[in-house]
């Protein structure tokens, strides 16, 4: 029986993606391996947000080649779709197809030929206008899926490269995406996580269907219990979309509301669509409707041109809002973007000095909002036993629990006493 690695580099979008090319190399008679073990294939899902994600694609294809010389490599992903000449220079690369026509990867490796050297199967994406239908039909082990409704970006940040990585946006149609979920419902999955490069703007080309309507239908699926989704920007809450996600009480309420920078002025340069003032106004209007929520979010430092007054302004935003995480990111220059091409970029002692001082800020507000918890009850979908009768999951609002039972508790929802928060988790009883 021929062996077979699918792994993913890069965000919960690739890793979904990973998982059904596995699935399409399992219907064909492959035995699944993972990427460190021999195999016949190797695919490589790449990311290409920063440059350190280029080199750790290319780190990845020599090693795989080291494990079985004989195998063949098929690079896949944004990487693959942005620089195809690039990756087909790199030693041990057979087929390079980007992020179009990966339902085919199968035939495209039974037929490749090693005597005619790399093939480049990278199409146009910037006219691609359909979704490529990749789904999963088995996931093993686990109590939360992920499932992707949309791909392609339009927004064109001058910091990311993914616009031209994915195309235009592209959503999936409603009923495939409430076929998928019905499935994993009938699979015994309580959650599920609808992901894509860029959800919020989901059904944004096509006249049948948004955000708002697709989750409202998913809420309706028997058995799903929980409904999260991925980054969301401001522009998208509005009264409408806050009250909606408390009347559907299967929606958690944890949004990672994406900020990149707590100041106008750079807000602008990062060529954003909202400012500091929009962005407040929707973290009030969640909070309105939904008293417990979480707000995550993601912050770069040390844009070019950003001065310590900006970085002030950012930091002073950021504890102003009152995060429950922040996900901090120094600026990384990516080859083929506007702000790579500045000259103003700063150096790697700021930006890193400039992130210490954010994740602190980020550590501190986690801290308390863990607190607030402590004495209360939550409800937890428990996901895997740690130790003996110690079981690990999570309360609607993503915040990690560790609850004790002497009952068996993987995949169950269960009322647990908060006694005490250590670090970013949790600790309690659950009840029986």
Same mark, same amino acid.
Request: net charge negative; charged share 30%.
């Given at each position: 029986? *021929?062996k077979?690695?699918?792994? =993913?580099?890069?965000c919960k $979008?690739?890793? &979904?993606?990973?998982? %059904?090319?596995? !699935? /399409?190399?399992?219907?064909?008679?492959y035995?699944?391996?993972?990427?460190?073990?021999?195999?016949?294939?190797?695919?490589?899902?790449?990311?290409?947000?920063?440059?350190?994600?280029?080199?750790?694609?290319?780190?990845?294809?020599?090693?795989? *080649?080291?494990?079985?010389?004989? =195998?063949?490599?098929?690079? $896949?992903?944004c &990487?693959?779709?942005? %620089?195809?000449? !690039? /990756?087909?220079?790199?030693?041990?690369?057979?087929?390079?197809?980007?992020?179009?026509?990966?339902?085919?990867?199968?035939?495209?490796?039974?037929?490749?030929d090693?005597?005619?050297?790399?093939?480049?199967?990278?199409?146009?994406?910037?006219?691609?206008?359909?979704?490529?239908?990749?789904s999963?039909?088995?996931?093993?082990?686990?109590?939360?899926?992920?499932?992707?409704?949309?791909?392609?970006?339009?927004?064109?940040?001058?910091?990311?490269?993914?616009?031209?990585?994915r195309?235009?946006?592209?959503?999936?149609?409603?009923?495939?995406?409430?076929?998928?979920?019905?499935?994993?419902?009938?699979?015994?999955?309580?959650?599920?996580v609808l992901?894509?490069i860029?959800?919020?703007?989901?059904?944004?080309?096509?006249?049948?269907?948004?955000l708002?309507?697709?989750?409202?239908?998913?809420?309706?699926?028997?058995?799903?219990?929980?409904?999260?989704?991925?980054?969301?920007?401001?522009?998208?809450?509005?009264e409408?979309f806050?009250?909606?996600?408390?009347?559907?009480?299967?929606?958690?309420?944890?949004?990672?509301?994406?900020l990149?920078?707590?100041?106008?002025?750079?807000?602008?340069?990062?060529?954003r669509?909202y400012?500091?003032?929009?962005?407040?106004?929707?973290?009030a209007?969640?909070?309105?409707?939904?008293?417990?929520?979480?707000?995550?979010?993601?912050?770069?430092?040390?844009?070019?041109g950003?001065?310590?007054?900006d970085?002030?302004?950012?930091?002073?935003?950021?504890?102003?809002?009152?995060?429950?995480?922040?996900?901090?990111?120094?600026?990384?220059?990516?080859?083929?973007?506007?702000?790579?091409?500045?000259k103003?970029?700063?150096?790697?002692?700021?930006?890193?000095?400039?992130?210490?001082?954010?994740?602190?800020?980020?550590?501190?507000?986690?801290a308390?909002?863990?607190?607030?918890?402590?004495?209360q009850?939550?409800?937890?979908?428990?996901?895997?036993?740690?130790?003996?009768?110690?079981?690990?999951?999570?309360?609607?609002?993503?915040?990690?629990?560790?609850?004790?039972?002497?009952?068996?508790?993987?995949?169950?929802?269960r009322?647990?006493?908060?006694?005490?928060?250590?670090?970013?988790?949790?600790?309690?009883?659950?009840?029986?």
């Amino acid at each position: 029986m *021929k062996k077979a690695a699918s792994f =993913a580099l890069g965000c919960k $979008v690739n890793q &979904y993606e990973s998982e %059904a090319i596995a !699935e /399409l190399f399992a219907e064909k008679g492959y035995e699944i391996v993972g990427i460190d073990e021999e195999a016949d294939v190797y695919v490589i899902n790449t990311c290409t947000v920063t440059n350190f994600g280029d080199k750790k694609s290319r780190q990845l294809i020599r090693k795989v *080649k080291r494990q079985n010389e004989n =195998a063949i490599v098929a690079v $896949v992903g944004c &990487y693959a779709q942005t %620089a195809p000449q !690039e /990756l087909m220079k790199v030693e041990g690369v057979n087929l390079v197809i980007g992020t179009k026509d990966r339902a085919q990867i199968v035939e495209m490796v039974e037929q490749y030929d090693k005597s005619h050297g790399v093939e480049n199967h990278v199409s146009d994406i910037m006219k691609e206008r359909v979704f490529e239908p990749l789904s999963i039909q088995k996931l093993a082990n686990r109590t939360r899926a992920y499932l992707k409704i949309q791909d392609g970006c339009s927004q064109y940040c001058s910091y990311c490269i993914i616009p031209y990585a994915r195309g235009p946006i592209r959503s999936r149609e409603p009923q495939e995406v409430l076929a998928e979920v019905k499935r994993l419902a009938e699979n015994g999955f309580k959650e599920v996580v609808l992901t894509g490069i860029h959800v919020a703007s989901y059904g944004k080309d096509r006249r049948d269907t948004s955000l708002l309507e697709i989750l409202r239908q998913v809420h309706e699926v028997e058995g799903i219990e929980r409904i999260r989704f991925s980054s969301i920007e401001p522009n998208v809450v509005t009264e409408e979309f806050a009250r909606a996600m408390a009347e559907l009480p299967k929606v958690c309420d944890h949004f990672h509301l994406s900020l990149q920078s707590g100041c106008d002025k750079t807000l602008k340069e990062m060529n954003r669509k909202y400012d500091t003032e929009k962005y407040r106004q929707a973290a009030a209007t969640l909070r309105k409707y939904l008293p417990h929520v979480a707000l995550t979010t993601d912050i770069i430092v040390g844009f070019p041109g950003e001065t310590e007054e900006d970085f002030q302004a950012s930091y002073d935003f950021a504890k102003e809002i009152g995060f429950a995480k922040i996900h901090v990111f120094p600026y990384s220059p990516k080859r083929g973007t506007p702000a790579a091409a500045r000259k103003d970029q700063l150096p790697n002692a700021v930006k890193s000095e400039r992130s210490h001082k954010l994740i602190a800020l980020s550590d501190k507000m986690a801290a308390d909002f863990l607190q607030e918890y402590v004495g209360q009850d939550v409800e937890v979908l428990y996901e895997r036993m740690v130790e003996d009768d110690v079981y690990e999951g999570h309360t609607t609002n993503y915040i990690k629990v560790r609850g004790k039972s002497g009952k068996n508790l993987t995949n169950q929802i269960r009322r647990t006493h908060i006694t005490k928060a250590e670090g970013e988790e949790l600790f309690g009883e659950a009840d029986e």
